[in-house]
C-alpha cells in the first residue's frame, strides 16, 4: 500500500507535461514556409465566426485567414455591416502543416475599404 503511494506520487511529476506533448502534434496554426507579400481580395469574411477566405491570381484555391489578421479598420467595417467581399488586399502568405495556405498580416490597398463603403 504505502509502495504504490510512492509510485503515485513519483508518477504525478511526468502529468505537468501532456499539455507540452497535447500542444506539440497540433501545427496547424504554425506557418511552416514563408512565401512573402501578396496580393489578392476577401472571397468572403464570417465576422461572426472569425475567419474567411482570400483568392489571389498566384495562390491556386482559396486561403484561410483568422479575423485577427485583418487590419483594425477591416474589422471595424465588417463590425458596421460593411461587405468586405471583393476588397483589394496585401498578405503575408503562409502553409499550415498540411499544406493548406493561409494569410496573415493582411492589409486593404487601393482604397480598399473606403471603395467597399455602402453607396448612401
Not at 500500500?1 to 506533448?21: I, K, L
Not at 500542444?23 to 461572426?48: C, S, Y
Not at 489571389?56 to 460593411?82: K, W
Request: glycine share 14%; charged share 20%.
Amino acid at each position: 500500500s504505502s509502495r504504490f503511494g510512492s509510485e503515485r506520487w513519483r508518477s504525478t511529476a511526468p502529468t505537468a507535461f501532456p499539455v507540452a506533448r497535447w500542444r506539440l502534434p497540433r501545427p496547424a496554426t504554425t506557418p511552416i514556409r514563408m512565401e512573402g507579400m501578396l496580393t489578392g481580395a476577401v472571397k468572403n469574411f464570417g465576422g461572426e465566426k472569425g475567419f474567411g477566405f482570400l483568392t489571389s491570381a498566384v495562390v491556386e484555391g482559396d486561403i484561410y485567414f483568422q479575423g485577427r489578421f485583418l487590419p483594425h479598420d477591416m474589422m471595424a467595417a465588417c463590425t458596421n455591416g460593411i461587405d468586405l467581399r471583393g476588397i483589394p488586399v496585401s498578405f503575408e502568405l503562409t502553409r499550415s502543416a498540411d499544406g493548406k495556405p493561409q494569410a496573415r498580416n493582411i492589409s486593404a490597398i487601393g482604397g480598399g475599404i473606403e471603395a467597399a463603403a455602402p453607396a448612401g
